[in-house]
């Protein structure tokens, strides 16, 4: 048995195309002008956007701001009201701890007063350490990183 004849790859009937080599140019939808145009007017919608947004951001902070000046006085006094609620749960603390010894005085070192020359009404601030006195050392290192900080 043989086998059939291998037919040879060969080009097509009146050879192949023409193989093209000149230059084609790209096709132009815009003209040079048009994209100068067309620049110019998309640029200044764009600064008009931004123009828009920065009045907004400005009306924002203006807004946070006075809302911030409003509301500044109230948490002081929240901050100082608390702060004394903390100095009189110290003194009931030191009261609660030391009554059973004879002779103490709560505010005192046994009955001797320990600023002598200040009226018995002014408020004497106390160290940081003392204001934390009966508190969790935890706490106290806590707030003594944030007071380092400040």
């Known amino acids: 048995m043989s086998s059939p004849a291998k037919l040879q790859d060969l080009p097509p009937k009146g050879g192949y195309q023409n193989i093209p080599f000149k230059r084609v140019p790209a096709k132009?939808?815009?003209k040079g002008w048009q994209m100068i145009a067309g620049y110019a007017g998309i640029s200044t919608v764009g600064l008009f956007l931004y123009w828009l947004n920065v009045k907004e951001n400005h009306?924002?902070?203006?807004?946070?701001?006075?809302?911030?000046n409003v509301i500044y006085p109230l948490?002081?006094?929240e901050r100082d009201r608390e702060y004394l609620?903390?100095?009189r749960r110290n003194r009931d603390e030191e009261a609660e701890l030391m009554k059973n010894v004879e002779g103490w005085e709560v505010g005192t070192w046994y009955g001797e007063p320990v600023f002598k020359t200040i009226p018995?009404?002014?408020l004497v601030e106390p160290t940081f350490q003392e204001f934390y006195v009966h508190t969790d050392y935890k706490h106290l290192a806590q707030r003594s990183d944030i007071k380092l900080m400040n």
């Open 59 to 68: 009306r924002n902070e203006v807004e946070m701001r006075s809302a911030r």
């Open 28 to 30: 132009t939808y815009f």
């Open 85 to 87: 609620k903390q100095l």
């Open 75 to 77: 948490l002081l006094a």
């Open 120 to 122: 018995k009404d002014k």
